[in-house]
């Protein structure tokens, strides 16, 4: 066989995590970004018991993704327990979630509505109801199960097997109290945000002129992530990190440029609204730009691991070594299309003028 061939046969191969899906029945969306993960098409799913599908994007690279799945009015998915982590976001209705030690016969139950983030701590058993008669509950939650399935390639030892991690969760009945306590760095450690929406962000803008956010971690998890707001009239400067950063829309609109450095031509736009999902693939620029009138506020949840994989330093400028673009360095054109687009939404243009170094 040629060498090509050859070649191109082995990048053809499903990964381990690919090939459960198909064997297990769990629908895979693909692309660079998910237009409205409430309204996603979703096939059942015979595991959970329930409609789902499983945003596998160019940008996950194998590591995480985006599951999302549906609850019918007044039913509940099945029992599950998992070696994976995840964040559940409730992107539609309200119900509760009851989680429970292998010993134990009294559950916790966390009520939660639209806008909620959760974290079942990692292998605990857990079940998700709807709490309405009439309205389906939507949820996307943030996980490793791509990293983990094509570790192990088990889906038995994935979601059957009994062990707990008494690190991350005893069974405390105020685990998910929703207190932000100190963590990593200007992280906050919390189990359980009722409303996104309603978290007080820190500014930041040296990473963007009205760019703020809030670092947080849940549930002892590898995984981390943040929330983060782009003012209205203004976009926050490119950077590039690694794989796999699930950014979910929460509120306001706006479009975001992602392009491979020296790829400018090929930049991919993806336009964003409340539910939307994109996925900055691995050293790729991104710039998130706001056209609403009121504030952008995404969710970022992404794989952690600290010192895995390359060095990325996307807070840092790239003058000063790090990989955080400073708007003199960006495409030209970018701002001019910003500009062009802010005219035609009718709303104020708000980025100062670049200042170039002499
Ligand atoms: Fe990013």
Excluded at 178 to 189: A, C, I, L, T, W
Excluded at 213 to 240: C, D, F, P, Q, W
Excluded at 278 to 291: A, K, R, S
Excluded at 307 to 324: A, F, I
Aim: proline fraction near 8%; glycine fraction near 10%.
């Amino acid at each position: 066989m040629p060498l090509d061939e050859a070649s191109a046969k082995r990048y053809a191969r499903k990964s381990a995590f690919l090939e459960f899906c198909e064997k297990d029945g769990l629908s895979v969306l693909t692309g660079f970004g998910i237009d409205d993960l409430k309204t996603a098409p979703l096939k059942h799913w015979e595991r959970l018991g329930g409609p789902a599908a499983y945003c596998h994007l160019e940008g996950s690279q194998g590591f995480v993704g985006v599951f999302i799945a549906e609850i019918a009015p007044g039913k509940s998915l099945k029992p599950f327990r998992h070696m994976y982590e995840e964040q559940v976001l409730i992107l539609a209705g309200r119900g509760a979630t009851q989680f429970w030690r292998d010993a134990s016969s009294d559950p916790i139950t966390l009520e939660w509505q639209a806008g909620s983030l959760f974290s079942p701590p990692l292998n605990v058993k857990h079940q998700h109801h709807n709490g309405s008669a009439t309205e389906a509950v939507r949820l996307a939650t943030a996980n490793n199960l791509p990293l983990i399935m094509n570790v192990y390639k088990s889906p038995d030892f994935v979601f059957n097997v009994p062990y707990e991690f008494t690190d991350r969760f005893t069974g405390q009945k105020d685990f998910f109290n929703g207190d932000f306590k100190p963590g990593e760095e200007e992280d906050r450690v919390v189990n359980f945000i009722p409303d996104l929406n309603a978290v007080t962000l820190d500014p930041h803008p040296e990473r963007g002129i009205g760019f703020s956010r809030l670092g947080i971690h849940l549930s002892g998890n590898s995984m981390v992530g943040h929330i983060m707001a782009v003012e209205s009239g203004t976009y926050k400067k490119a950077h590039r990190h690694g794989p796999g950063a699930q950014v979910i829309v929460i509120a306001g609109t706006g479009y975001s440029l992602m392009w491979y450095p020296g790829k400018e031509k090929e930049m991919v736009r993806i336009d964003w609204q409340p539910g939307s999902l994109l996925v900055p693939p691995e050293g790729w620029y991104h710039h998130h730009f706001t056209v609403s009138k009121e504030p952008a506020r995404h969710l970022a949840l992404r794989r952690g691991l600290r010192l895995v994989g390359h060095p990325w330093r996307p807070n840092l400028s790239e003058h000063e070594g790090g990989h955080l673009l400073e708007h003199e360095d960006e495409p030209p054109e970018i701002r001019a299309v910003y500009e062009a687009e802010m005219k035609k939404a009718g709303v104020p243009f708000r980025m100062p003028p670049v200042q170039r170094r002499g």
